[in-house]
């Protein structure tokens, strides 16, 4: 899919079955990706540097610093793909919390920078 990132060193796929089926690709590296990871990303699924604004897509990705989740169904709404990115956007968001209560220091001064 992205030669230019190397070899993942680990990749999962979960299809699903149906009108709201698709898939969700997950890749992780070992070291991080480059800094134009999500806009080379971006130029595959939607031909532009980044998500078309406002638009939904059949295709839409997340990235960390060493992993890539993509979501692509045949319906830009499927309730299938909006559950599991309610899920782990819920996770993302309960483990940033858990770690600015563990690192009270580093939370603020990543708190101050995000103004």
């Known amino acids: 899919m992205l030669p230019e ?23 992780e590296w070992s070291t991080p990706l480059p800094l134009e990871a ?9 031909k532009a540097d980044e998500k078309p604004t406002g638009k939904d897509t059949n ?6 610093d060493t992993w890539v989740m993509i979501w692509s169904f045949k319906k830009p709404l499927s309730k299938v ?13 309960r483990e940033a919390q858990k770690w600015m209560e563990a ?3 580093k939370a603020k001064k990543f708190q101050q920078n995000a103004k």
Do not use: W
């Open 5 to 27: 990132f190397g070899a993942p060193l680990r990749k999962e796929a979960h299809a699903f079955d149906g009108s709201d089926g698709g898939t969700i690709l997950y890749f």
């Open 38 to 46: 999500r806009k080379k990303l971006c130029q595959i699924l939607y």
């Open 59 to 64: 295709d839409e990705c997340m990235l960390g």
């Open 81 to 93: 793909k909006e559950a599991h990115q309610k899920y782990t956007f819920e996770t993302v968001g």
């Open 103 to 105: 690192n009270p220091e």
